[in-house]
């Protein structure tokens, strides 16, 4: 009898028990749970309603579109260099983003090679004078020119319009003549050195006017593969040929080791200007060019009808879309044959 009212009363100790610990789990709970409330009030009257922002990578072809759309979009440095076939390719000319080549007298061209400002190259040469259309078409890049001299035109032209150029005769200092080149092909400038000038002279770039440039993954123009090899025919002494590589995607230039996005043939007519055979070539107006890019050439058309405004090619009346990567511009004459 005395075992059963022991167990009896055990059971009901333990019932207390039970309910007492139900009693305070649920009283800790309640602590935590209004608690965590409080602490979120704090936090939001402190920093305000928190948003969040879903992070998009930007994607390959992005980032390509963001730096081919300013390839040119910097300051440039215009050389005029020589195209001596003996001392060919011209020291760093494959490093130039822009390469003009122009006549010159007696069925010879020169480049006007237009380098970043900011480029780090040893040695850039022959640096060769001056004529009026080289003038033009640095100032057309808003660029600095460094030559050596000049025709007495171009030389007249850089004075009238109160240009602030690197004139090897007046700045001997910024070059060097190397002893490996029979004069006067051997005067060089380096990337350091015109840096120095433009620091020194305080040079102030003019603000300017871009070609749109596109990379070739985004180019819109027909990609199959036509013309795979170009030759230029500028005299009866002197031609150029450019090979198409397809797998890189770029004409290639083994005279001058130059790899060309973009190839452009441009007509323009010119006439000799004195007894030295110096030629007269005014880029002013309009005429016919051939635009090779990705394989395929294409006839096409240019215009500039000012100084002011910036030389533009048309493929079709529709203003051409350059493709990332350096460009190169032959200039030549209006019945100068071309095989493509």
């Known amino acids: 009898m005395k075992k059963n009212k022991l167990i009896k009363s055990l059971n009901i100790k333990e019932r207390v ?16 749970y209004f608690n965590s409330f409080s602490t979120k009030a704090i936090i939001e009257e402190e920093v305000g309603e928190i948003e969040f922002v879903e992070i998009e990578n930007e994607t390959e072809s992005e980032k390509k579109e963001d730096l081919s759309t300013n390839y040119l979009d910097t300051q440039l440095i ?11 390719p011209t020291n760093n000319l494959s490093e130039a983003s822009l390469v003009y080549e122009l006549p010159t007298e007696g069925g010879t061209s020169r480049f006007l090679g237009l380098f970043p400002l900011e480029a780090n190259l040893d040695k850039v040469g022959s640096v060769r004078s001056a004529r009026p259309y080289f003038v033009d078409l640095a100032n057309d890049n808003s660029a600095l020119l460094v030559h050596c001299g000049g025709s007495p035109q171009a030389l007249a032209q850089i004075a009238s319009q109160r240009l602030t150029t690197l004139n090897e005769f007046y700045n001997a200092k910024y070059f060097w003549r190397d002893s490996n080149y029979l004069s006067p092909h051997n005067i ?18 003019e603000e300017k006017n871009n070609w749109k440039f596109v990379s070739s993954s985004e180019f819109s123009g027909n990609d199959e593969l036509r013309h795979d090899e170009v030759l230029i025919y500028y005299s009866k002494n002197y031609q150029t040929n ?9 004409y290639y230039n083994p005279n001058q080791d130059f790899k060309a ?19 007269e070539l005014n880029i ?23 100084r002011e405004e910036k030389m533009t090619y048309y493929i079709d009346d529709e203003e051409l879309t350059f493709i990332d990567g350096p460009t190169w511009i032959s200039y030549i004459s209006a019945g100068a044959r071309v095989d493509y």
Request: a negative charge; hydrophobic letters at 45%; charged letters at 25%.
């Open 242 to 250: 450019w090979k198409y590589n397809e797998e890189e995607k770029y």
């Open 284 to 306: 002013l107006g309009q005429g016919n060019a051939i635009v090779c890019q990705l394989g395929n050439c294409k006839e096409a058309s240019w215009e500039k009808s000012s």
């Open 188 to 205: 060089m400038i380096s990337s350091d050195l015109w840096q120095e000038f433009v620091k020194e002279k305080e040079f102030a770039f």
């Open 78 to 88: 215009a050389v005029i260099l020589g195209n001596e076939p003996r001392y060919r």
């Open 261 to 279: 996005s973009n190839l452009i043939m441009h007509y323009n007519s010119s006439r000799v200007l004195d007894e030295l055979l110096r030629l």
């Open 17 to 32: 028990l039970i309910l007492l610990s139900l009693f305070l789990l649920i009283l800790l709970f309640l602590i935590i």
